[in-house]
């Protein structure tokens, strides 16, 4: 029954619509045993409802699924699972307060629970070293870092016996050093014999780490290559439909500091000392970029700078004069901050209400539309209608509609028009191109550009080294909580590279 | 596995539960109609249900119809029975609503109703104030009281960050034991000599609206639904709440004053949840009696779920709950029903309506093949 090209999946003219929206039209890929397989795309391209199909959690409206050559229907996740096809989604679906080994008997809990417990915990054991990971299986997930708890996903599937992995934008979530680690873990089970879909916008992911690639548009396939020899910007235009490259702008005027931090130390929620003794200035009409190789207090710099967690020590000074050391978020705002945060689906906006009133809650808390007693909803829906037009906000069918139903780039789109819409002098923008596609990320640097071009003072804090280089006028590395060297342009890659580790 | 694809050419094997298979897919979207039709159906499954509970234990199918319809909306006594039932109904499920909206849980509605009345009751028996404005001064004081008794917890919350729900729970308790040593000793009828308050003058009372029993704690009933709609719909505070109940950490970093809405919205919950201590003595007792709150905590909650926490549609809930309660009355009396009987379909309605959401957020299709 062994398809001779060595084929062990196929999707094969998949149409899905959902109440009438064609998501899939006639969407095509085949994943050969034994390959790494990129499945690239911007936002909407149709590659997670696709994958979805393969795993079982959506039914197709038509066109076949070929398990090595024979057509097979698949009724749901379960019968994904007899078929060796596992998937590890963009949103992990982990009980939080279970372990590891919970969570994995949870997807097939056996005869008995006793014995199963000390069978399985063996097998994860077994798996789990072959494949080099760290992982206390006994530990509640919920206090596992996002890459352990995805090592606890992909253990799921691989305990559950499956031999074809399909990994939904693995790397938007990782560091790039954990990135990097889970490409080898991968290209070592492709070497076992296992078939990986993996689903990124990384282009250099897809180039360096997999087989061939399938670039998706519009719910359809647009075409399957070979990684070797394929240029990134052949990609971009497969991707995009028009090559789309990023150019280094530095800046034209930089003018007095608007942020200075001096000996800042901040903790994490769990009292670990995150940032310590850091000291640095952002001047207006500058990006300055903060590297790092992630875990070194990225996050807790931009909470504490952004006002959601208190600083320990140190001193904090916007626009040269004004104390904000110990400043709530709301006198932070009124002094001219703006925050960006990396994490914006929970510290950015809030999923179940409005794209409108998303948008209008900076203006609202300044009093833009309306007194105490009443907000001016007519006024507030026109002007969101007039931010989401100017920040290209795209895919709001209506104004009313869920902001979580936005794609990644809109959905950060729409946080910087909240954020710009308050003309800030300080904008504390931490990895704000995470997840987003090729085009969503150019154009939100394009606006961390303008703004900056309008004055405002940029703090960017990326672990995307390339980022960093792209955008910033003066660059910080930051290793353990602390600014350990500093680079003004041009920039040499190497020694900031060296910087960012020979301190650690 | 491979036969079972096959097996769609032939006749079905054994397998004939195959051949209709449910699939499940999350929705992204749900239109408003979907959503209504779907609490719609809901409603009708559990009140269905319940209409077969009822039947089976001895009441006839037409006599059903008769106590729930023809009696309860035919006759103006019972239709002012419900409207009398329903005003401190309405005012707990606004002062549930409210609390809810900033994700405070008041488990201590009773307590707080407690609190309220005993405030009204302090001003009546000991005469504060001019005659004039003796009542507004009493639904001052029951207010007050309220607020008083939910002010510990929202403290203690938000600066320690202590669980209201134990907190306001067990303050029930002492509520309840404060009343009866109140009942039982200092405020005791000195007439009757039984345990609640002394009656309450005719100035210290919510004025008869001269149809049928229904008095004013109706019309302060709806003049707080009106109230608290605009708080939570039309204001700066109910925008801003919005953002509190569905994503506390992205508001308070945008700037949102969280700590000082949830203890707003605290304090606002108490202060209705005395209110409508104050109208059931006012306006349905005339005194303090030592059982005037009980149940009210739980139909409050209870009125704040189905409504999910809309004002209009917490006062829909409440006349509907009411209609339930006068219902129930009478099957107790007619039919020797348990009144546990009335607590039951009130629970198989919420739990029908809670599992309407399902299918809210769910696509079932069926397969077939
Ligand atoms: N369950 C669903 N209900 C409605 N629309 C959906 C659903 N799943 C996906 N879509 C829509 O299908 C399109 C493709 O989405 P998706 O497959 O997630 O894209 P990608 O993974 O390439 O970013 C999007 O427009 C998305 O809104
Ligand atoms: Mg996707």
Redesign the interface.
């Known amino acids: 029954m062994t398809d001779p090209s060595g084929t062990a999946l196929a999707l094969d003219a998949i149409t899905k619509t959902f109440d009438g929206f064609r998501a899939l039209d006639a969407a095509h890929v085949s994943v050969r045993r034994g390959e790494v397989h990129a499945l690239l795309g911007e936002n909407g391209a149709g590659k997670s409802s696709l994958m979805n199909v393969a795993a079982g959690l959506y039914a197709p409206d038509s066109g076949r699924i070929l398990l090595d050559g024979t057509e097979v229907t698949i009724d749901g996740p379960l019968d994904a699972r007899t078929h060796g096809i596992g998937m590890v989604h963009q949103h992990y679906k982990l009980v939080k307060p279970f372990n590891a080994i919970e969570n994995i008997l949870l997807s097939d809990p056996g005869e008995r629970y006793g014995a199963a417990i000390d069978a399985l915990t063996a097998r994860v054991r077994e798996v789990a070293d072959e494949l080099g990971f760290e992982l206390d299986v006994t530990k509640p997930v919920g206090t596992l870092s996002i890459a352990e708890q995805q090592r606890v996903e992909i253990l799921k599937v691989l305990v559950g016996g499956a031999w074809i992995l399909i990994l939904d934008e693995p790397t938007a979530v990782l560091t790039d050093a954990e990135g990097a680690r889970l490409l080898e873990t991968v290209r070592a089970l492709a070497k076992g014999g296992h078939s990986v879909v993996l689903v990124t916008h990384k282009l250099n992911e897809a180039i360096d780490y997999c087989d061939r690639i399938t670039v998706m548009r519009g719910g359809r396939t647009v075409d399957t290559v070979e990684a070797k020899g394929i240029s990134q910007s052949d990609l971009t235009t497969m991707i995009v439909g028009a090559d789309v490259h990023e150019q280094r702008a530095p800046s034209q005027s930089i003018g007095a500091p608007v942020l200075q931090v001096a000996g800042l130390r901040a903790a994490r929620g769990d009292g670990h000392i995150a940032v310590r003794d850091a000291n640095f200035e952002v001047r207006s009409g500058e990006i300055y970029g903060i590297a790092g190789v992630g875990g070194n207090g990225q996050t807790e710099l931009s909470d504490a700078l952004s006002g959601l967690t208190r600083s320990l020590a140190g001193i904090v000074t916007l626009g040269g004069t004004t104390d904000i050391t110990d400043a709530s978020a709301e006198e932070r705002r009124e002094n001219g901050l703006a925050a960006i945060p990396a994490d914006r689906h929970s510290k950015a906006l809030s999923g179940t209400l409005s794209v409108a009133d998303n948008f209008a809650v900076g203006g609202v808390l300044r009093g833009r539309f309306g007194s105490w007693l009443r907000v001016r909803r007519r006024e507030l829906e026109q002007a969101a209608g007039e931010a989401v037009e100017a920040f290209d906000v795209q895919g709001v069918r209506s104004l009313k509609q869920r902001a979580a139903l936005l794609s990644g780039g809109n959905a950060q789109k729409l946080v910087i028009a909240r954020e710009f819409s308050g003309s800030p002098r300080l904008i504390v923008a931490h990895s704000p191109a995470r997840g987003l596609d090729l085009r969503a990320s150019a154009a939100v640097h394009e606006r961390l550009r303008s703004a900056r071009d309008a004055g405002a003072g940029v703090l960017l804090i990326s672990e995307d080294l390339d980022e960093i280089l792209l955008l910033c006028d003066r660059i910080g590395v930051m290793t353990r909580g602390q600014i350990v060297a500093e680079f003004d342009a041009p920039f040499d890659r190497q020694s900031v590279g060296e910087a960012m580790i020979g301190h650690g | 596995?491979?036969d079972?694809?096959a097996g769609m050419a032939g006749p079905p094997k054994a397998h004939g539960l195959h051949r209709f298979?449910p699939?499940l897919?999350m929705r992204?979207?749900t239109s408003g109609l979907r959503t209504a039709a779907m609490i719609a159906a809901g409603l009708a499954v559990g009140l269905g249900l319940s209409a077969l509970i009822l039947v089976a234990s001895g009441v006839r199918p037409g006599d059903l119809v008769n106590e729930f319809i023809v009696q309860i909306f035919a006759s103006p006594k019972n239709i002012s029975a419900v409207l009398v039932q329903a005003a401190p109904m309405i005012i707990v499920g606004l002062s549930a609503s409210i609390a809810f909206k900033a994700r405070f849980w008041n488990i201590g509605i009773e307590g707080q109703m407690i609190f309220g009345a005993i405030g009204a009751t302090l001003v009546a028996t000991f005469d504060i104030g001019p005659e004039g404005l003796r009542l507004p001064l009493m639904a001052l004081a029951a207010a007050l009281g309220g607020i008083a008794w939910i002010a510990l917890p929202a403290v203690l919350k938000l600066r320690l960050g202590v669980n209201e729900i134990i907190s306001t729970l067990l303050l029930n308790y002492v509520a309840l034991n404060f009343l009866l040593h109140l009942l039982y000793g200092p405020w005791q009828d000195p007439v009757s000599a039984f345990p609640h308050s002394e009656q309450f003058e005719e100035t210290e009372r919510l004025a008869a609206l001269g149809w049928q029993s229904l008095n004013a704690s109706l019309i302060v009933a709806l003049a707080l639904t009106v109230l608290v709609t605009v708080a939570l719909t039309?204001?700066?505070?109910g925008?801003?709440l919005?953002?509190v109940h569905?994503?506390a950490?992205?508001?308070?970093?945008?700037?949102?004053?969280v700590v000082l809405l949830t203890l707003a919205a605290a304090l606002g919950s108490g202060a209705l949840s005395g209110l409508a201590g104050f109208t059931i003595s006012a306006g349905i007792e005339y005194r303090m009696t030592q059982s005037f709150f009980i149940g009210y905590g739980f139909s409050g909650i209870l009125i704040a779920f189905l409504a999910r926490n809309n004002p209009i549609g917490a006062t829909i809930v409440a006349l509907f709950v009411a209609v339930l309660m006068v219902a129930g009355q009478s099957l107790q009396v007619f039919y020797q029903i348990p009144f546990a009987m009335v607590q039951l379909i009130q629970a198989i309605i919420v739990i029908c309506v809670a599992a309407s959401d399902f299918f809210i957020r769910h696509r079932v299709?069926w397969?077939t093949?």
């Not at chain 2, 039309?234 to 505070?237: D, I, L, M, Q, T």
């Not at chain 2, 950490?249 to 004053?257: D, E, N």
């Open positions: 596995m491979a079972e694809t298979r699939r897919e992204q979207t039309a204001s700066r505070v925008y801003l919005n953002f569905t994503n950490t992205m508001a308070r970093a945008v700037g949102v004053p299709q397969l093949g």
